[in-house]
């Protein structure tokens, strides 16, 4: 309390437990270390941003979860996403600050860690699981997985995460509610898909007018026609859609990703606006959380080189394959690849233009 009788800010932030929690674990073996202090405070901020993270990732996918999202949830989950992208642009420069420490400075105080390790972090863990890495991709330290480093209370937490819905699986089913893309005769894959095969019989047909290719030349131009038609298609086919999603080239459901396509083509309508500033958010997630782990390891490689890390992994090495490996929305980084200029896209009819206009807009004459 203050004195005045009103809330005191240390008592309001709990400061005494706060900044009575750095313990020394060299200066309990009767040779204090300095730089333990640092790599301590460093870590404990890391865990109160990813507190935080969980915090908005949680509420996001409640609001996202719902059997009906109103458009004010979706820009309030918005908010919430680029408020984690904040968070986590800023944390790769808590590696700086810990780089202020010499490999030396931390091999003071590093044998007194063993076994603990960034590995038992659960609330990373949770973090990852709730953003929706998929465990089918997830890079395991060995046959018994990243779970059993953990304390039995922390493993009960992340099993629990693992049996509850996480970002990736209620947006799949946000999206596949996306409405407007039927409508009367209308059907958006079906004109998509029609303009997309307008531009691939053009490009035969300018391909056959240049004779300046040679034999070799003109089948190589003519297979990779082939190839991206190929793409495209796999797009729209219901059954070559399935078949790279159980060979897990694919993850997001078919109806999913032609909704993603269908709001970055049409991006420009009213309605879709915050839809797409969602998805675009989401990507910079993705971005953002494979930038904070190649930085993880980078300053794992500058501080102990090649050595395997107090948790026993493989150190550097294995945070490196988890850059490219624990992405989660991959599916709909890719539709810039189905994407068409401006003016192949087709138009749409009257009655959807006016759905997704303002209402102020749509009833003008």
């Known amino acids: 309390m203050s004195g005045s009788g009103g809330l005191y800010y240390g008592s309001y932030l709990q400061l005494d437990k706060l900044l009575s929690a750095q313990k020394l674990e060299s200066e309990s073996a009767g040779s204090k ?30 609001l996202l979860g719902q059997d009906y999202v109103p458009e004010a949830h979706v820009a ?7 408020r984690v992208n904040r968070i986590l642009a800023m944390l790769p420069e808590q590696f700086s600050i810990l ?9 003071e105080f590093r044998d007194y860690l063993y076994p603990a390790s960034g590995f038992q972090s659960w609330q990373f863990r949770l973090f990852e699981i709730t953003f929706g890495v998929a465990e089918a991709r997830r890079l395991h330290l060995d046959t018994q997985g990243y779970v059993s480093r953990l304390s039995p209370e922390h493993q009960q937490e992340v099993m629990r995460a693992q049996q509850q819905d996480s970002l990736f699986t209620v947006v799949e089913r946000w999206l596949e509610k996306v409405p407007f893309m039927e409508m009367g005769d209308y059907a958006f894959w079906s004109e998509y898909g029609n303009a997309v095969r307008d531009i691939f019989a053009h490009d035969r047909e300018e391909l056959q007018k240049v004779t300046s290719l040679t034999q070799d030349h003109r089948a190589q131009q003519e297979k990779q026609i082939a190839s991206l038609e190929a793409n495209f298609n796999a797009l729209f086919d219901t059954t070559v859609f399935d078949e790279l999603r159980a060979s897990g080239q694919k993850r997001l459901s078919q109806r999913a990703t032609l909704a993603a396509l269908f709001i970055s083509v049409y991006a420009e309508y009213p ?15 993705d971005k953002l ?43 709909i980084a890719a539709l810039s690849s189905y994407l068409v200029s401006p003016q192949h896209i087709p138009v749409l009819p009257t009655q959807v233009q006016a759905k997704l206009q303002f209402a102020s807009e749509s009833s003008r004459p």
């Not at 333990?36 to 996918?61: R, S, T």
């Not at 780089?99 to 091999?107: D, I, K, L, Q, R």
């Not at 309605?271 to 997630?285: G, R, Y």
């Open 33 to 62: 270390a300095h730089d333990e202090m640092l790599f301590i405070i460093v870590h404990q901020a890391f865990e109160l941003w990813f507190k935080q993270m969980l915090h908005e990732l949680d509420d996001v996918v409640r």
């Open 76 to 82: 309030v989950c918005l908010r919430r996403i680029q």
């Open 99 to 107: 780089e202020t420490m010499t490999p030396s400075g931390f091999m």
């Open 289 to 331: 959380v494979s930038v904070f782990r190649f930085r993880h390891s980078t300053m794992v490689s500058r501080m102990i080189g090649q050595r395997t890390g107090t948790g026993g992994s493989s150190g550097a090495d294995y945070l490196m394959k988890t850059v490219t490996q624990h992405r989660v929305f991959t599916d």
């Open 271 to 285: 309605l879709l606006q915050t839809p797409f500033q969602l998805l675009d958010a989401l990507l910079e997630m």
